[in-house]
C-alpha cells in the first residue's frame, strides 16, 4: 500500500482575509481610475461597466467585512508595529535629509497602526528616491484618512503633460523596483494585505502615489 500523502494544510483565515481585501482594493483602483480617465464623450457601454466595477468592489468589500466575524482571531503583539504618523514623521525626516525633498503634511495623520511598518518605510523611501531622480520631484503633499477598514495615504505632486505621459509609462518600475536596495513598494503593500497604484489626472495636471493599508 502506497503511504498516504499529507494532508494539506490548513490555510490561514487571517492570511486570506488580507489576500481578499487586497483584491479589492485593486478593484477600487481600477474604478477609481476609470474615473479619472472618463470624459464628457464616455460612451454608455463604458459607463455601464464602470458603474458595475464600482458597485462589485463595494458588495465584495462588504462580503469580506461579513466573512472577517466568522474567523475571530486572537490579538496580535504589537511588537514591530509602529502607527502610520511614526511612518509618516520618518519618511518626511528621512526625504528631506537623504533626498532634499520636501513632504507637506495637508491635515491630521488618522490614527492607525500598521504591521510591517519598517519595511514600509523603507519601501517608500525607495519610490520616492525614483521620484527624486528621474522626475526631479522636489515637493510632495501627503494626505490620509480612512476608507472603510482601510487607511488611505495619498503623496500627491504637480507634474506636466509630458512628466504625465513619462510617469505613465514606468508607473511599473517604480511601484516595484525601489533604489538603494530597498524592497519593492507594491511588494510591501501587497504582503501587508494592501495595495498601491499610481494615479495620473491630466485634468489637474497632478500624479499621486496612493496606498491602501489594512489596520495592523
Known sequence: MSPKAPAAP???PELLLRQFRGTVASLRAAAETLELAAG????EPSARLRAAL?????RLS???DQLATLFPTPPRGRRGQRTLAEVIAEVTRE???ELELEIQLEGPVIEARLSGAAALTGALLGALAR???DFAVSRLAARTRWHEELAVIDLAWPADEPQLWRLREAHGTLLSGGLGGQPALRQ???EAGGEVWLNIDRRAATASLRL???RG
Open 40 to 43: 464628457a464623450g464616455e460612451s
Open 54 to 58: 464600482v458597485e462589485d468592489a463595494e
Open 62 to 64: 462588504q462580503l469580506v
Open 131 to 133: 521620484l527624486r531622480r
Open 95 to 97: 526625504a528631506r535629509r
Open 188 to 190: 510591501v503593500v501587497q
Open 212 to 214: 491602501l493599508l489594512p
Open 10 to 12: 490548513r490555510p490561514d
